[in-house]
């Protein structure tokens, strides 16, 4: 293997790998060397699209001793199934969110890691962009004081008007909390630090939805999952935030993220972007816009970061732990829903440390 990069091999070949192979391909730490899919057609074809020397069977995949990250672009349903068959093959993994749809397929997959000596990342990476990066750095600088409250919310009235195949989207181990409560969850963690315990209400408004567009548009689909989040949640730091997530909302209040502290007010970019600006508000008449600086590139970036942590001998910034805090996060708040009652969040992690604001994936570690 050429030391001076780390070979990727992609399995999923779908609509997301595009988003990811526009990335990988041009970072220089990184060397996309295989994409596998059920479909080797579509697995072939994307090959080609994208300059990458292989194709084929997941199988042939992990055969090929120059893949050392395994970025895992499957459905949730099968996201421990396929990881887990990379971490036995000794390779590290970086997967789509969720970490898991259970605590105990997640510690399962966090236990074999362990044991195989290989890493197991997970977005969200947004984080890591220029936006968010920049409202964290402003936020530990102390730009709003010690910070005490978060608010969030997630507000649309379905993906099912728009996307061709919504219904993983209303299956067991999506809905609008594991679907897009990751970037929300994973932010309200880098600012005030792993969960104690939440709280919450869930609801359904309705028990089918009807596709909207694309060549299934006018099919009718069950709804498995509760549609509508309302969770309080309270960090080991005594600090707290509310956050809603919902499919269920004709008027759409998306990627709203605001935390005040003890000296003022932040509102902080759009968590499911890399990018976006972060307003202060430190008085009543005081208000200042923050642009981001910083990378701007997008998916893929957690990998290159990876990688270099990989190479340098450190953790990455985007670790199994805090993913796997994330699904605790997001399965208690589905338990509390259920019961009515507060439920504790047993796992903890630390946030990450921060980026500085020169880091660019697009050009090579000096540890490469």
Do not use: C
Request: glycine share 10%; hydrophobic share 40%.
């Amino acid at each position: 293997m050429n030391t001076s990069t780390t070979g990727v091999g992609i399995v999923g070949a779908g609509t997301i790998s595009d988003q990811y192979l526009e990335n990988l391909t041009r970072f220089p730490d990184l060397k996309v060397l295989f994409i596998a899919d059920l479909n080797e057609e579509r697995a072939a074809s994307q090959a080609a699209k994208w300059g990458v020397p292989n194709s084929g069977s997941y199988q042939a995949l992990l055969e090929n001793a120059d893949v050392e990250i395994v970025v895992n672009l499957t459905i949730p349903a099968v996201h421990v199934e396929v990881a887990l068959q990379a971490v036995r093959a000794g390779k590290h993994v970086w997967g789509e969110k969720p970490y898991a749809l259970d605590r105990a397929s997640g510690r399962e997959l966090m236990d074999a890691a362990h044991q195989a000596g290989v890493r197991v990342a997970v977005a969200p990476d947004t984080f890591l962009g220029a936006g968010l990066q920049t409202a964290l750095r402003e936020v530990r600088a102390g730009s709003i004081g010690q910070p005490l409250t978060g608010l969030t919310l997630f507000q649309v009235p379905g993906p099912e008007s728009w996307h061709p195949s919504p219904e993983f989207l209303f299956a067991q181990g999506a809905g609008p909390m594991f679907d897009v409560g990751p970037y929300y969850l994973t932010t309200l963690v880098q600012v005030f630090g792993p969960v104690r315990r939440v709280a919450a209400t869930a609801s359904q408004a309705r028990p089918t939805r009807t596709i909207g567009s694309g060549p299934k548009a006018g099919t009718e689909f069950p709804v498995e999952v509760p549609t509508h989040i309302s969770a309080l949640i309270e960090f080991e730091s005594g600090a707290s935030a509310q956050s809603v997530f919902s499919f269920d909302s004709k008027l759409p209040r998306a990627g709203f993220v605001e935390i005040a502290g003890t000296e003022g007010t932040a509102v902080l970019p759009d968590p499911n972007m890399f990018d976006g600006a972060t307003t202060l508000h430190t008085g009543e008449d005081d208000s200042r816009v923050i642009e981001a600086e910083g990378s701007l590139f997008t998916r893929g970036t957690g990998v290159a970061e990876m990688a270099q942590a990989l190479r340098e001998g450190r953790p990455e910034r985007v670790p199994g732990a805090l993913a796997f805090h994330v699904l605790d996060i997001m399965v208690s708040i589905s338990e509390a829903a259920g019961t009515g009652q507060f439920v504790d969040v047993t796992s903890t992690v630390e946030a990450s440390e921060p980026l500085d604001a020169d880091w660019d994936p697009s050009k090579a570690s000096s540890s490469v």
